[in-house]
């Protein structure tokens, strides 16, 4: 159904509000299975539907700085490396934390 009201269209479908998203139900996934299929996304190119609760950071070696403040590094943006292992170290109790 939509309505159109002078220079805007708003589109709304009934079909989806009522019926369950279709899929697997949410449930814990373990951080290796997870990174084993965003990778084989990534090597096929398809698209991989993500949580709305979940965060990911990636970061590459392709731009990296070798040596930020005279130490041998890898992290293409230094600050975003201090958040996320802060943010990690806070999240320790769900066991995991990776920083690769």
């Given at each position: 159904m939509s309505f159109v009201n002078n220079s805007r269209m708003?589109?709304?479908?009934t079909a989806s509000t009522s019926a369950p998203r279709p899929g697997n139900p949410p449930s814990q996934?373990?951080?290796?299975?997870?990174l084993n299929t965003l990778n084989s996304a990534y090597k096929h190119g398809?698209?991989?539907n993500l949580e709305a609760s979940t965060s990911l950071v990636?970061?590459?070696?392709?731009?990296?700085?070798t040596i930020?403040?005279?130490r041998i590094g890898g992290t293409v943006d230094l600050e975003l490396g201090r958040k996320a292992w802060e943010h990690a170290r806070r999240r320790a109790e769900d066991g995991c934390i990776v920083l690769a």
């Amino acid at each position: 159904m939509s309505f159109v009201n002078n220079s805007r269209m708003s589109v709304y479908s009934t079909a989806s509000t009522s019926a369950p998203r279709p899929g697997n139900p949410p449930s814990q996934t373990s951080t290796t299975t997870l990174l084993n299929t965003l990778n084989s996304a990534y090597k096929h190119g398809q698209a991989y539907n993500l949580e709305a609760s979940t965060s990911l950071v990636v970061n590459t070696w392709v731009n990296s700085k070798t040596i930020v403040n005279d130490r041998i590094g890898g992290t293409v943006d230094l600050e975003l490396g201090r958040k996320a292992w802060e943010h990690a170290r806070r999240r320790a109790e769900d066991g995991c934390i990776v920083l690769a």
